[in-house]
């Protein structure tokens, strides 16, 4: 008895033919089916350079594309001539030019003659199935998929999106119930023979033949009508990333490989000489095995799923990158953001430095450059004060301003000038502490030499522009520590917002502010207001300011501010 091995070849055809000497010179029949896309003079070759050994044939060859027929018509041409040849074969193999065994042949060899009637093939209804990766489960048996996914995409979902609409419906064959499952099996004479040569084939093939990935389901479906023992598993150590991939496995692999215990591995990179050194050797030089278990790596493979879908906090890379929510924490570190505080406060940015011995930066998306700590043109990281590169791509720059200067808390100013600034994914991040001061953009303009027209008409833009950015840091959405105060709030009691404010950037001091930074001087800026409002520009971001107010004019008792959670 012995076991025959049918070979999906399409490159790395010295490879295929290593391996596929390798499995003969143990006993192993081999048909190989090379792909019909190779040239011919490829094929002829490797077909001249196998032809010394006479248990290594080739079969009628198909053009294979993934998700289409080609790939069933091939495996269903190699086993034919399997059975036809070599009558002394008791299971047949299924493997690629891409797959390499892991242990000894005659290991594999007993362990299928000590199971005589055991078909091994992943086999498992449409709703059983967790393994669908962006893909159709049931509707890909009753749908028809004329068109390839990866030549003609456009017109595959075009196409399901109008039998969907219609409701069109394929029939099942009687006698089957569709089940999925992995390519790669090892099947019975018996339940093989029985498959093929079903007086029925012809129909289950014109069925399968618009089914989407027909590998995948056919001799999955079909084996659960004349298998009398499955064991729903496939003894090929086959895994696959988040997305549905093939995993490749390259030299440093090698230890890995062996853990599993597999007889089968795919798909190995043509390449890696460590790997096919390891395990193409005599049988004397094998290492011995226990029963083939692929979950024990099934915890390596989910860290590295989760290291390439989650990474660590604050990074990005490659893999994710370009897809929303998967920062595992949008920036690295904890830092605050100031609105409205430059503006009021005449020495603002070197108090918060004495005060809470953080980094204070000005506006680090002011339209002119970015206003590092001290005038720095280049900070940690090399992070340049140039708009330009800042603006290519805001959020990257804020996210490796906190990851270059991690261990230091960054304090750094916006405004409504600061149109660049990501405001939406600053409000978004629960490792930002936002301190408002509403309405301050009006502070400027009222010191300003600029005609009044020029005022009423920046003020009215200016206020836009502030309005959109607090109805970020308002929304539903927002999971940074938001703290709203109208201007007219804020200098009625200034210190006791500011005390909180250094409270929640847990400085190592606990002891009351004992200096407050220098307010600048407000005296007309409420008939500043009025005349906007004469003008026909009704300010309301920075609250109610009477017309004329007496400097030492008693103040009222502080409301509480507005406070998003």
């Known amino acids: 008895m012995s076991v025959g091995i049918l070979m999906l070849v399409h490159t790395a055809l010295d490879r295929a033919e290593q391996v596929a000497r390798h499995w003969a010179n143990a006993g192993c029949p081999v048909v190989i089916h090379v792909d019909k896309k190779v040239p011919r003079k490829t094929y002829d070759r490797f077909v001249e350079s196998c032809s010394d050994h006479s248990m290594i044939v080739f079969c009628k060859r198909h053009s294979c594309e993934w998700g289409m027929w080609g790939i069933v018509a091939a495996s269903q041409s190699a086993a034919e001539m399997m059975l036809e040849q070599f009558a002394d074969v008791h299971h047949i193999y299924l493997s690629s030019g891409s797959c390499l065994p892991l242990r000894p042949v005659q290991e594999l060899k007993d362990y299928l003659a000590a199971r005589p009637r055991t078909d091994f093939i992943e086999s498992a209804t449409t709703a059983d199935v967790p393994w669908t990766v962006g893909g159709l489960d049931h509707e890909r048996f009753t749908l028809r998929f004329p068109f390839s996914w990866k030549k003609r995409r456009y017109l595959f979902d075009k196409w399901v999106d109008i039998q969907r609409f219609v409701r069109f419906k394929r029939t099942i064959p009687k006698g089957i119930v569709p089940h999925m499952g992995s390519q790669w099996w090892c099947l019975t004479r018996q339940t093989l023979s029985a498959i093929l040569q079903d007086p029925d084939r012809e129909i289950f ?4 033949k618009r089914v989407w990935i027909p590998d995948e389901s056919y001799f999955q479906t079909l084996a659960r009508v004349y298998s009398s023992n499955i064991e729903s598993r496939s003894l090929t150590l086959s895994k696959f990333d988040f997305q549905g991939k093939p995993h490749i496995f390259y030299d440093d692999h090698l230890q890995l490989l062996r853990r599993s215990d597999c007889f089968v591995a795919r798909k190995i990179w043509p390449h890696a000489e460590k790997i096919y050194g390891g395990f193409l050797r005599s049988p004397e030089g094998a290492i011995k095995m226990s029963e083939p278990n692929p979950a024990k790596i099934d915890r390596i493979f989910a860290k590295a799923v989760e290291r390439r879908t989650k990474g660590r906090s604050g990074l990005y890379m490659q893999s994710r990158f370009p897809n929303e929510g998967w920062e595992n924490g949008m920036t690295f570190g904890r830092y605050s953001v100031f609105h409205g505080f430059t503006e009021l406060f005449e020495d603002f940015e070197p108090w918060l430095a004495r005060a809470t011995g953080t980094r204070v930066h000005g506006h680090l998306y002011a339209p002119e450059r970015v206003e590092f700590e001290g005038g720095q043109r280049v900070l940690n990281g090399a992070l340049s004060d140039s708009p330009k590169l800042r603006d290519y791509n805001p959020i990257a720059f804020l996210t490796n301003l906190v990851w270059n200067t991690r261990g230091e808390r960054q304090c750094f100013q916006v405004g409504p000038r600061d149109e660049g600034a990501p405001v939406w994914f600053i409000c978004k991040d629960p490792n930002a502490q936002i301190s408002v001061i509403s309405g301050a953009w009006a502070i400027p303009l009222f010191k300003s030499n600029m005609n009044f027209a020029d005022i009423r008409k920046e003020a009215a833009r200016l ?3 502030e309005s959109d950015q607090l109805h970020a840091l308002r929304s539903p ?26 409270d929640e950037i847990g400085t190592d001091s606990t002891r009351r502010l004992a200096e407050a930074p220098k307010m600048t001087d407000l005296t007309g800026f409420g008939q500043f207001l009025q005349n906007l409002k004469n003008q026909g520009m009704h300010p309301y971001l920075m609250g109610d300011f009477p017309v004329t107010q007496a400097e030492n004019e008693q103040k009222k008792p502080p409301r509480k501010p507005y406070l998003v959670q």
């Open 205 to 208: 093939d014109k069925f399968f």
């Open 463 to 465: 206020q836009k522009l």
């Open 477 to 502: 959405y927002a999971k940074a520590r938001v703290r709203i105060w109208s201007l007219a709030e804020f200098i009625e009691a200034p210190m006791e917002p500011l005390q909180t404010i250094i």
